[in-house]
């Protein structure tokens, strides 16, 4: 069994589900939308081999109070964190980057990412030198000498097209982090006291979010959402529906109520703009638009 939280995107349930394990969902903090360590706890079973905590939307998640839980374990059966940093590329969790935590750590390179290809592509970190090696022949159809296969394998291999792309973008990835953060809390004071809106809460003290997407909630999710594109203005969702209530995992025996924080974050989250290039202009159109819709 691996635990993990029921509002992120189904990439981080499949791998579970491929390799034979079975997902088991908790909810998530109702501030942070990240998992919530206490249903972890609770969710804890002599079957449970891991917990994936994911930095959602580049918002750290509560790794040193899930590491604590790494205690529980016995040595014939080891828990262990495996971090979904797919958003995360720059989140910073007391002096570590997020990525560093865990026995593994995944990292999505998809184009829209802060740290971004221009193709798929990813990455895994590990400090293991055992794992290193596995996860070197599992990417190369299972070879480590060609046309050697000793495991089943994929072919994951990074094109190297991508790797010059990511290399020279790396340069940047930093002040592109911090231009999210300036607009993110441009965005926070803009928004303060509109309507019901509920914006990112600040990031604990040690802490950094890099704002892969700026997240407001609001019961009037979708009117306001519709009120925007009139007015040219995009916005997203993310995600319309919390994993357990997915068609394609309804197998896992999941139903509606089971996660109440996960559904209602679901039926209020409003992702905006959010790209190093928005300028103040555009910032102030985003915010007044949607105080000229709550006036309204």
């Not at 998640?61 to 205690?71: G, Q, T, V, Y």
């Not at 794992?131 to 159809?141: A, D, G, P, S, T």
């Not at 007015?231 to 997203?236: A, K, N, S, V, Y």
Request: aromatic content about 8%; glycine content about 8%.
């Amino acid at each position: 069994q691996i635990i993990v939280q029921a509002n992120t995107f189904i990439a981080t349930v499949l791998p579970i589900i491929e390799s034979g394990a079975t997902p088991i969902f908790v909810d998530v903090d109702k501030l942070t939308g990240t998992i919530d360590v206490v249903k972890v706890r609770r969710a804890l079973t002599k079957k449970t081999r891991a917990i994936i905590p994911v930095h959602l939307f580049g918002y750290p998640a509560p790794i040193l109070e899930l590491s604590k839980l790494l205690s529980l374990s016995k040595p014939s059966s080891p828990l262990w964190i495996i971090e979904d940093a797919a958003q995360a590329q720059g989140t910073t969790i007391g002096d570590k980057k997020a990525g560093s935590f865990g026995v593994l750590s995944a990292f999505s390179f998809y184009p829209g990412k802060n740290l971004g290809a221009y193709g798929d592509g990813g990455a895994v970190t590990t400090n293991s030198k055992a794992l290193v090696e596995e996860i070197k022949i599992l990417r190369n159809v299972g070879q480590k000498t060609k046309y050697v296969h000793t495991r089943l394998g994929t072919n994951s291999r990074l094109d190297t097209i991508q790797a010059a792309i990511l290399l020279v973008k790396l340069k940047h990835l930093h002040a592109w982090n911090k231009k999210r953060i300036a607009i993110a809390n441009a965005y926070r004071e803009a928004l303060a006291g509109c309507g019901d809106i509920i914006t990112p809460p600040p990031t604990p003290p040690g802490a950094k979010a890099i704002y892969h997407q700026f997240v407001i909630r609001t019961q009037k999710r979708n009117p306001l959402m519709k009120f925007l594109e009139k007015r040219g203005i995009h916005c997203g969702i993310h995600y319309p529906s919390p994993l357990h209530l997915t068609p394609a995992l309804r197998f896992l025996g999941y139903k509606r109520g089971d996660f109440p924080v996960a559904e209602e974050r679901a039926r209020t989250m409003l992702s905006l703009p959010m790209f190093p290039e928005l300028d103040d202009n555009e910032i102030a159109f985003v915010t007044s638009s949607i105080r000229t819709f709550f006036r309204h």
